[in-house]
């Protein structure tokens, strides 16, 4: 696609998808058309310059590029779907959401046999990262496409890589997503260890962050929540994390290796989610590793 890119469509204004939108219509400078099945998020979006459309396929119509950005891979094939079949298509798909690597791989394919460009470019970070356009974009597509994208990606995060063809920019983010799983699981139990032991936790995590053990994990999940113990909803929940963790299971399933570590944490989050904290943040799986719960 080498004709500039003139209109951009939007679909799913979650709590990453509209901060996104938003930071797209701020810096772009382009027209930008929205749809979701929620209204709050539209009318906020329309009050900031947005253009509103009343279904899918009339995204499509006033599109050049549509970015996705929903909730599973389920949802994003329905989406591309309808997109195909307007009456007037876009050029490229860009889905932004997290989604299984075979499937994303597999509608593209069906994408591309109806002329469409696909781009796979999941984000990482938090809602705050979304809302001050500094998240991380792995992006799998062609050099040609990362070059015509890269702009537009640009006013959404700070990092943006370009990990290869189709589907490894979900590869990336969801091994990233796994490792910062992992991660929070380890913290657990260093942190119950240490309570029992009669350390204080904000002097453990304090001490720990001056040496070899500090990371991203240790200082944002760690200091920021499992110390004080806050575990708010609506920040990344156990649901959200318990998706990543199985499509990490299910990218290992697919290359022939059996994980223990991964599939240990991804049985924890199940039993978190069992014990009524879905909705909350992930780090809340130490209360079934110290025994809270």
Do not use: W
């Not at 396929?57 to 389920?74: C, G, N």
């Not at 995060?157 to 997503?177: E, F, M, R």
């Not at 962050?209 to 990344?236: I, Q, W």
Request: hydrophobic share 45%; net charge neutral.
């Amino acid at each position: 696609m080498n004709t500039p890119i003139q209109k951009i469509g939007f679909i799913g204004l979650g709590v990453m998808g509209e901060p996104m939108c938003a930071n797209l219509l701020r810096k772009s400078g382009l027209p930008v058309t929205i749809f979701d099945q929620t209204t709050a998020p539209i009318e906020r979006l329309k009050e900031q310059g947005a253009k509103t459309a009343d279904s899918i396929e009339a995204v499509a119509v006033q599109a050049d590029v549509v970015f996705l950005s929903l909730p599973s891979i389920k949802q994003v094939e329905v989406v591309a779907t309808a997109l195909l079949n307007a009456a007037v298509k876009p050029r490229m798909i860009v889905d932004m959401s997290t989604s299984d690597v075979a499937k994303t791989r597999a509608l593209a394919e069906k994408v591309k046999a109806a002329g469409i460009e696909y781009v796979d470019a999941p984000v990482a970070r938090t809602k705050e990262a979304a809302v001050n356009g500094t998240l991380f974009i792995t992006v799998g597509a062609t050099p040609e496409q990362f070059q015509q994208l890269q702009p537009l990606l640009s006013h959404l995060g700070s990092d943006v890589l370009h990990c290869g063809g189709t589907g490894c920019g979900q590869i990336v983010k969801i091994l990233n997503n796994i490792t910062v799983l992992m991660s929070v699981n380890a913290l657990a139990e260093v942190l119950t260890i240490g309570r029992k032991a009669g350390m204080d936790s904000k002097e453990l995590f304090e001490a720990l962050s001056k040496g070899s053990a500090d990371s991203f994990v240790l200082r944002n999940h760690g200091m920021k929540y499992m110390v004080p113990d806050n575990f708010p909803e609506k920040v990344f929940p156990v649901d959200y994390a318990l998706k990543d963790a199985s499509l990490a299971l299910a990218l290992a399933e697919e290359a022939g290796f059996k994980p223990h570590i991964a599939q240990y944490t991804c049985d924890l989050l199940k039993r978190t989610q069992e014990a009524g904290f879905s909705q909350n943040y992930h780090p809340v799986m130490i209360k079934l590793v110290d025994g809270r719960a």
